[in-house]
């Protein structure tokens, strides 16, 4: 059996389910790569389970899924435990189903996502959400201009866009970080898509003690004084229903 075990945002937020999950199979890993909580860590969950866990990062997940598949062959259960729910990253998504055509069980453990749960913390209407995308770092120089096509999409229907912010070798972009990007994919397309007077809401530390949730324009953003990541970002749509005005007038 393979268990795809979602933790949640945070340490309140830990199923009974998933700690039973976690302690009963025969090989566990943490998802170190696509995503990241304020209080969950490796240290944390092995002192709660009493016992070992495996860190796995994008090789294991992605390029060396055989190993995983292999513990399967040999009659051994997996966990995979991931920061909030496991089924938002298509890399499980590939996970589960290579193990479902090769014949093995898989199991599914919901957890509170940071997706529903900074559409809850917006106010805004859930329903009007588009597609959402994630902003990453450079490569090779080479800036990828995808969010920018997004949020002008999602712009010219009305609907909302979150933004994820990249984990790279565990470190995680910041909001500001994101919004400078942002900037720069404005200065190539000159678009006028992303512009100082651009509202936002930023989402930080989600889920624990002192999360925080603002809304600002670009402008403002880029002199805010940040909590430490993990951050989040919503280009809200400009076509607004009245009371999504108020609920952004809320969280100024």
């Not at 002008?152 to 990007?181: C, F, Q, V, W």
Request: one cysteine or more.
């Amino acid at each position: 059996m393979l268990y795809f075990i979602g933790l949640g945002l945070a340490k309140k937020f830990l199923t009974q389910a998933s700690i039973d999950a976690m302690r009963k199979v025969d090989v566990l890993y943490l998802d170190a790569y696509t995503s990241l909580s304020c209080d969950i860590n490796k240290e944390y969950l092995e002192k709660l389970l009493g016992r070992q866990i495996i860190l796995a990062d994008r090789n294991t997940l992605e390029n060396n899924s055989k190993s995983i598949i292999k513990l399967l062959e040999d009659g051994k259960s997996v966990g995979i435990a991931t920061i909030g729910d496991p089924m938002i990253a298509t890399t499980h998504v590939s996970l589960a189903t290579e193990a479902k055509n090769k014949g093995y069980n898989v199991m599914i453990i919901p957890g509170i996502s940071v997706h529903c749960y900074v559409i809850s913390k917006s106010m805004l209407s859930s329903y009007k959400f588009g597609r959402s995308v994630t902003v990453v770092y450079p490569y090779d120089k080479i800036l990828d201009t995808t969010p920018y096509e997004v949020i002008k999409d999602n712009s010219s229907r009305g609907l909302h866009t979150i933004l994820y912010l990249d984990l790279k070798e565990g470190k995680p972009m910041s909001a500001k970080d994101a919004i400078s990007l942002l900037l720069q994919m404005e200065e190539i397309k000159k678009e006028g898509i992303i512009t100082p007077s651009t509202q936002i809401i930023i989402g930080q530390r989600l889920g624990c003690e002192d999360e925080e949730v603002k809304a600002l324009t670009i402008s403002e953003a880029l002199e805010y004084k940040y909590k430490d990541p993990p951050h989040i970002i919503i280009v809200p749509s400009k076509n607004l229903h009245y009371m999504e005005v108020e609920a952004l007038k809320c969280l100024h």
